[in-house]
């Protein structure tokens, strides 16, 4: 599944390269490139006591350092939620993406990122 779920996300990240993304500003929370903010403005949300070993100002900074290195990437339209269970299959072994709710204008490796993400998850690694 892994092998498949690749060849898609190339595929289909080179599909969305060629769509112009200008004016397309889309607020969405999940946004990595808001990550540091959302968390900054939601830490009261955070259970304290389910999340005892997390340093949060560590995060922020990691999250803070990483909106900085992602300025060198190219932008484009991206799903933002590649995983297994948004990508069917039908009876001809045809492949393909649904759920696009999630779509923002941002950094092509967060697609990348994301769906290795989920794809470890998954495996429980």
Request: charged share 20%; glycine share 4%; with cysteine.
């Amino acid at each position: 599944m892994l092998n498949i779920q690749g060849k898609l996300l190339g595929s289909y990240l080179l599909s969305l390269s060629e769509i112009k993304v200008n004016g397309f500003n889309r607020v969405h929370r999940w946004d990595t490139l808001k990550a540091a903010d959302e968390l900054n403005k939601n830490l009261q949300c955070f259970p304290r006591d389910r999340l005892p070993n997390v340093d949060v100002s560590a995060v922020i900074a990691f999250l803070n350092g990483l909106q900085a290195k992602l300025k060198h990437f190219p932008m484009q339209f991206v799903h933002s939620d590649i995983n297994e269970q948004n990508i069917v299959v039908d009876s001809n072994d045809e492949i393909g993406i649904i759920d696009f709710n999630d779509m923002i204008c941002s950094y092509k490796v967060i697609d990348i990122a994301h769906a290795i993400g989920y794809a470890l998850a998954a495996q429980n690694i």
